[in-house]
């Protein structure tokens, strides 16, 4: 192996990453603002460039030359690290996620994910939780009632809903190991496993986890009806009530790409990630199944937050221990039972 496929190739995936999730970022909120425009019978966007293209362009121009401004009560270190310790997780947590199978470029072959770890789900769940520590860390550094509850809010609802969503996990691993004899935690052999093709019948009991999954990530990503630790008629803006100008901006950031993140993920889990129609012989097609399969799981986020009201924190917890959980149990027995009777 020389330095251009040890040291120069991993670069360039890791910074082409980066700048995609920014542009992705900076996209998806002209996206929602679309969607949930059209959902709502308004117009959203229109103004700054065609169609309202250059908005979020402008819009993080606003944030960055914004005045800075640190209130004389908070924890200033802690108060000013905080932001940087929910983005950086979201960032990183797309390394073991493929987005197209190999592809060969002047000689080399370039594998379309930075690293393929056999502890890839692992590897997720540990960093989704270090993403909490920023959100808990900004709260608590405030000094402010509002800002605390907004963070403790977050501590319990990440811990609640992990739960169901690593067992659902379990079940898939467990799944795997019907294709292949040996389950496996890594999310590049997972695409290549779990296909209809294989069997039809492991693939449709894949499917009935979807739901349990997909409402444990947007709890996870605290997006509507969880959004409970910035919700605004209660706790101001959470744990956020004391951040503003791009210091706000970075946990809107955050928060955005854990959106994106976690829809890759489902899309890997269980639309069969970059497998689609001419992938054979046209691999770099891969990268646009992908994305296409992305936006339209980004566009079921968008459809709940218009479509379903915010609950309040007790039928959040009660939904997650009374409900989930159990049920989450129930699908990993009968999975078990399903992979020891095949």
């Not at 905080?82 to 197209?100: D, K, N």
């Not at 012989?281 to 937050?305: H, Q, S």
């Amino acid at each position: 192996m020389d330095w251009v496929e040890l040291l120069l190739i991993p670069a360039v995936k890791s910074l082409v990453l980066i700048v995609v999730l920014l542009l992705g970022f900076a996209y998806m909120t002209y996206y929602e603002r679309k969607f949930l425009a059209r959902l709502t019978t308004r117009v959203g966007p229109n103004r700054a460039g065609p169609k309202g293209l250059l908005q979020p362009i402008a819009d993080a121009l606003k944030a960055i030359f914004k005045e800075e401004f640190v209130p004389g009560h908070v924890d200033k270190w802690v108060y000013i690290v905080a932001p940087a310790l929910a983005l950086i997780p979201a960032l990183v947590a797309f390394a073991v996620i493929p987005i197209g199978p190999d592809i060969t470029i002047f000689g080399h072959t370039i594998s379309l994910y930075i690293a393929d770890v056999n502890i890839g789900f692992l590897y997720i769940l540990a960093i989704a939780s270090v993403g909490t520590y920023g959100v808990i860390l900004a709260g608590w550094s405030s000094n402010n009632n509002y800002s605390i509850l907004g963070a403790l809010r977050t501590a319990a609802q990440m811990v609640s809903y992990e739960l169901p969503m690593g067992i659902i996990l379990v079940s898939i691993v467990l799944l795997t190991s019907l294709s292949t004899g040996v389950g496996s935690l890594s999310l590049v052999e997972l695409v290549e496993v779990v296909t209809p093709d294989r069997s039809i019948l492991h693939w449709l009991w894949l499917w009935v986890a979807f739901p349990i999954f997909f409402i444990c990530m947007l709890a996870e990503t605290s997006r509507s009806p969880f959004d409970l630790p910035e919700t605004e008629n209660e706790l101001v803006a959470g744990f956020q009530t004391e951040y503003g100008g791009i210091k706000f901006a970075l946990f809107f950031m955050a928060e955005y790409i854990h959106v994106i993140t976690a829809s890759a993920i489902m899309v890997t889990v269980f639309f069969g990630g970059w497998q689609g129609p001419f992938v054979d012989t046209l691999p770099i097609l891969g990268v646009f199944w992908f994305v296409a399969k992305v936006i339209l799981v980004l566009g079921l986020f968008i459809w709940v937050r218009a479509s379903v009201p915010r609950v309040r924190y007790d039928q959040l917890m009660s939904f997650c221990w009374k409900f989930l959980f159990p049920i989450s149990l129930v699908y990993l027995a009968i999975t078990a039972v399903f992979v020891a009777l095949t």
